[in-house]
């Protein structure tokens, strides 16, 4: 099983985000709530957590990007639709 793989795809996402991106609030919130995760994975890679640890930090990332990016269901379309 490899280890640190989302550290690989968070860097590229990263780079790319560097290269092309414009800063928003949405962006950032999606920047933060991401390193969150990819800390989290990290971590658990490193030491084994329990499922309702990681849970909790996932709800947390999530609750990040929803609250401080502002990012609500009724903004989000399916396809452009």
Known sequence: MPRMGGLAIYGA???GYIL???L???MLSILIGSFIIV???M???IKPLRASHKFLVQIIAA???VIYGQVYF???S???L
Do not use: H, P
Request: aromatic fraction near 12%; charged fraction near 10%.
């Open 63 to 65: 609750a990040i990007v």
């Open 78 to 80: 399916f396809l452009g």
């Open 74 to 76: 009724s903004q989000i």
């Open 20 to 22: 092309y991106g414009q």
């Open 13 to 15: 996402f990263l780079l």
């Open 39 to 41: 800390v989290l994975g």
């Open 43 to 45: 971590i658990d890679d």
């Open 24 to 26: 928003t609030t949405q």
